[in-house]
C-alpha cells in the first residue's frame, strides 16, 4: 500500500498533528534529503514513530501493533524466511491454535496473506506496523548475537573450517551495521578476546571468544584489507567494501596495531555509498547556521574547525563540501584516511610511505588550480603556513584543528610558528563543536528534577547563569527537563542518535585586533562573547532545555 502525500495531509493536518505550514516544509525537506515524508516528520519531532503509527492505522481503519512492545518469539520466525519477511515486510508477532497475528507495512498485500493462510492453514488477522517498528523486529531473524557467535565459535574451535571463519567475521560486520554502530573494537585480553561496538559514542560489549581464533579472525581482516598477513609486529591500516544486502554497502577502515596480548583491530564502520551531509542537519542555531553560509560563500580565506578527536570535526568539513560542490568549481581534498567519497569532488589519501604528507599534498594541490581546499587536519607548521598562504592567495581552505574552544585556535596556530598578521587576515571563522547523544524520541518524557539533582546545577554558576538567561526569569525550582525512558528502540539506553553543540567564532575586526597583538585565548574569547558568540556550554544547556539531550550528557561531554 503506497501513503500519498495527499492521504498524509487528510490524515495529519485537520487532526491538528502539524500544521499546514509544517506540512509543505517537511514535503520540500524530505524530497530535498531523499527520504520518505514519514522520517522527514519523525526527524523533525514533529510526532514519534508510534502516533504516526496510530493515525495511518486509524486512517486507514486497521489496528495499529507497536512492536517494540512485544516479544517477538524464535517460533515465530519459521512462519516464513527472513527474505519474505524483507520482501514483504512482515512479521509474525502472535500464535494461537487457529491464528497468526502478522504486522505488516503492506496492509493491502492480500495475495501474501491468503498464501499465508493456505500453507499454514491458520487464519491470518493482520495489524499496521511502521517502517521502524518492521526494522527493528527484522533483526530478530539473525537471533541473539551471543547464541549465533557461541555457536560459531564451537563450530570454528572443533573442526577449524576456513569458511566458519568468513562467517564469523562477517558476522560481527553484519551486527554492528544493523546496530547503527560507527566502530568494532576486536582487543585481546589475556585469555580471551573482546569485541564491543561503539554505539552513539559509547562503548557497549557485544560478545567474548576464544584466544585460540584470534589468529584466524586477524588473518581474515588482513586478508579483506589487503595488509601484510606476516606483518604481527607493527602497525597497518586498511579498507574494504563490504556488501551486506543488496540495497547495504558500506566501507570499513581497518587499523591493526599490535599490543601485550595480540593484535588489536578497530574497524571503523563508513555508509560512503548512502550517507548525505547536510549543513542544515548538524543541530546549529538560526545565527551560527548563517554565520558559516555566510563565511562558506566567500571566494577565500579559511574555515577552521575544532575539538578533540571523535567530536565530529570531518563530518562539518563535508557538510561545507556538499554545500560548496558544484560543476564549475574545482575542489581538492588531502585527507588521512579518506572517510566518505564524494561524487565530483577529487580526493587524495595521505601516504606517508610514498612521501605523500599533508604539505607535500597541499603544495601539489595548489598547483592543480583550486578554488577549494579541503586540508584533513593541520597538524605542522609547514602545513599550516602552506594553507594559510593558500587562503591569502585566492583559494578557499577548509581544515581541522585540534583544541578545546574555539578561541584557542589562534595560539595553537601561533605555536606553528604562522605570523600573527597572516592568522588575521586569513582565517573567516572559526566552529568548536562536540558530540552529544540525543534523547531517544520514542521514549522521552519531560520531568520536573528532583532538589539532589538541581543541587548538583545550582553548584554549576555557568549553567544556572545559562538557565536563567534562557528561561527569561522562570522560577528555577520549576524547570522541566526531558530524558529517556528507555525502550527496545535504543536498547533501554534513553538515547538514540547524536547532535552537535557548536561554538561558532567569527573574526571581525576587533578579532583581527586582538590576533596580530598575540592577546591571550582568554582576551579572544571574551571579545568574541561580546560580539554574540555563544559557548559549548551555552548550546548545549539549550538543547537540554528543548530535549534535544540531558543536562548531565551536556556536563559529561563538555566538562562543565
Same mark, same amino acid.
Request: hydrophobic share 40%.
Given at each position: ?291 558559516? %553560509?555566510? @563565511?562558506?560563500? +566567500?571566494?577565500?580565506?579559511?574555515? *577552521?574547525? /575544532? =575539538? ?5 570535526? &570531518? ?46 599534498? %597541499?603544495? @601539489?594541490?595548489? +598547483?592543480?588550480?583550486?578554488?577549494? *581546499?579541503? /586540508? =584533513? ?5 609547514? &602545513? ?67 532538589? &539532589? ?108
Amino acid at each position: 500500500m503506497e501513503i500519498t502525500l495527499e492521504n498524509f495531509k487528510e490524515m495529519l493536518v485537520p487532526a491538528g498533528h502539524i500544521t499546514e505550514d509544517q506540512f509543505v516544509h517537511a514535503t520540500e525537506e524530505a524530497q530535498r534529503k531523499s527520504i520518505s515524508f514519514s522520517e522527514e516528520l519523525i526527524e523533525e519531532g514533529l510526532i514519534t514513530d508510534i502516533d504516526l503509527g496510530k493515525t495511518i492505522a486509524d486512517f486507514f481503519d486497521h489496528h495499529f501493533v507497536d512492536l517494540q512492545d512485544v516479544e517477538i518469539q524464535d517460533k515465530f520466525l519459521t512462519y516464513f524466511p527472513e527474505a519474505v519477511a524483507h520482501a514483504q515486510r512482515a512479521i509474525i508477532f502472535a500464535v494461537s491454535d487457529d491464528t497468526l497475528s502478522l504486522a505488516t507495512e503492506y496492509i493491502d498485500n492480500y495475495e501474501f496473506f491468503r498464501l499465508l493462510e493456505k500453507k499454514t492453514g491458520k487464519h491470518i488477522t493482520v495489524q499496521y506496523a511502521t517502517t521502524r517498528g518492521i526494522e527493528n523486529a527484522l533483526k530478530h531473524y539473525k537471533g541473539d548475537l551471543r547464541n549465533n557467535i557461541n555457536a560459531l565459535v564451537k563450530v570454528c574451535d572443533t573442526e577449524q573450517e576456513e569458511g566458519d571463519i568468513v562467517r564469523l567475521v562477517n558476522l560481527f560486520l553484519e551486527y554492528a551495521n544493523d546496530n547503527h554502530a560507527s566502530d568494532i573494537h576486536i582487543e585481546p585480553l589475556e585469555n580471551e578476546v573482546l569485541i564491543r561496538f561503539r554505539i552513539d559514542g559509547i562503548l557497549h560489549e557485544a560478545v567474548r571468544y576464544p584466544k585460540s581464533l584470534h589468529e584466524k579472525i586477524v588473518f581474515r581482516i588482513k586478508i579483506m584489507s589487503h595488509l601484510q598477513t606476516d606483518e604481527h609486529s607493527a602497525a597497518q591500516d586498511g579498507r574494504f567494501e563490504y556488501h551486506h544486502s543488496q540495497k547495504n554497502t558500506f566501507d570499513v577502515r581497518v587499523s591493526i596495531i599490535p599490543v601485550t596480548d595480540g593484535e588489536n583491530i578497530v574497524l571503523r564502520l563508513l555508509d560512503s555509498h548512502t550517507h548525505k551531509f547536510f549543513l542544515e542537519n548538524l543541530g546549529l542555531n538560526e545565527a551560527d547556521y548563517h554565520k558559516i %553560509l555566510l @563565511s562558506v560563500q +566567500r571566494p577565500h580565506g579559511m574555515i *577552521i574547525a /575544532v =575539538g578533540p578527536t571523535g567530536s565530529g570535526k &570531518t563530518t562539518v568539513l563535508y557538510t561545507i563540501l556538499e554545500k560548496l560542490n558544484d560543476p564549475e568549481i574545482n575542489i581538492m581534498t588531502i585527507e588521512d584516511p579518506v572517510e566518505y567519497d564524494m561524487v565530483g569532488i577529487q580526493q587524495i589519501q595521505v601516504n606517508q610511505k610514498k612521501n605523500l604528507t599533508f604539505a607535500n599534498g %597541499l603544495r @601539489s594541490i595548489v +598547483r592543480q588550480d583550486p578554488d577549494v *581546499i579541503m /586540508v =584533513g587536519e593541520i597538524r605542522d607548521a609547514e &602545513t599550516a603556513d602552506i594553507a594559510i598562504n593558500s587562503a591569502l592567495t585566492g583559494h578557499l581552505v577548509i581544515s581541522t584543528l585540534h583544541t578545546n574552544d574555539a578561541a584557542t585556535t589562534f595560539p595553537r596556530l601561533l605555536e606553528m610558528n604562522v605570523e600573527p598578521f597572516l592568522i588575521a587576515s586569513s582565517v573567516n571563522i572559526i566552529i568548536a563543536l562536540r558530540l552529544v547523544r540525543k534523547i531517544c524520541v520514542q521514549c522521552k518524557e519531560s520531568y520536573v528534577p528532583s532538589s &539532589t539533582e538541581l543541587e548538583m546545577f545550582l553548584q554549576n554558576t555557568k549553567i544556572m547563569e545559562y538557565i536563567e538567561t534562557i528561561q527569561k526569569g522562570k522560577d528555577i525550582a520549576q524547570i522541566r527537563l526531558y530524558r529517556g525512558k528507555g525502550c527496545t528502540v535504543c536498547q533501554h539506553t534513553g538515547y538514540s542518535g547524536r547532535v552537535g553543540i557548536f561554538e561558532v567564532l567569527e573574526v571581525d575586526e576587533k578579532i583581527r585586533v586582538l590576533i596580530t597583538k598575540k592577546a591571550s585565548a582568554d582576551v579572544i574569547m571574551k571579545q568574541a562573547l561580546e560580539s554574540g558568540m555563544l559557548p559549548l556550554l551555552y548550546d548545549g544547556v539549550l538543547k537540554a532545555l528543548n530535549g534535544t539531550t540531558t543536562l548531565n550528557e551536556v556536563i559529561k561531554v563538555v566538562g562543565a
